[in-house]
């Protein structure tokens, strides 16, 4: 049995409490996509169709793996495959500048206090020059928000190298924000 009580409402009632997954879920979907794929459109669309094969799939699902699911990862799974394939499906086309997007707010924590909003502007711009592996361990872990297992659940890596990845990328951005100032 899962310790997530929406996975048991999902498996018992998938129509009744899907809207409550989708807001569950949602918030960190849009802003996390932005992220990894630098365009707003993009980011919608996959946000939107991550949810929709989500019940597609959830319809299929026997109850008994509905309860063993751990939601946000799955969900980031999906979403995560989605980012990549459009990321692949547009490789030959000029990367997207992320200037000039109005991005979610992630609330008033300390590090939407701290960094101005040319320095998150600065950041999101590098965020887009790291290698695919790498922006999105970062992107799940400070954007989305998700622990190092569901990052690794969701991008099917080991937990040890989505930490490697995430500190790395880290690293390469402070070098990067420091070189351009």
Not at 45 to 60: F, I, M, N
Not at 94 to 107: N, Y
Request: glycine share 6%.
């Amino acid at each position: 049995m899962t310790s997530d009580p929406l996975a048991a409402r999902l498996a018992a009632d998938l129509d009744g409490a899907f809207p409550d997954m989708v807001r569950q879920v949602s918030s960190g979907l849009y802003s996390g996509a932005l992220r990894m794929l630098g365009n707003a459109r993009d980011a919608e669309e996959v946000a939107q169709d991550a949810l929709v094969r989500a019940y597609r799939a959830l319809r299929e699902y026997p109850e008994d793996r509905i309860r063993e699911l751990r939601l946000r990862g799955w969900v980031w799974t999906i979403a995560a495959n989605l980012c990549r394939n459009r990321l692949r499906s547009r490789a030959r086309r000029p990367q997207r500048s992320l200037e000039g997007i109005d991005t979610a707010d992630a609330g008033r924590g300390p590090e939407s206090e701290t960094l101005s909003s040319e320095t998150r502007s600065e950041l999101a711009a590098l965020l887009l020059h790291l290698p695919w592996e790498t922006r999105s361990a970062i992107v799940l872990k400070h954007v989305v928000g998700l622990s190092y297992a569901e990052i690794a659940d969701a991008l099917d890596r080991p937990s040890g190298t989505v930490r490697s990845d995430v500190s790395r990328g880290l690293a390469r951005l402070r070098t990067a924000l420091e070189e351009e100032r």
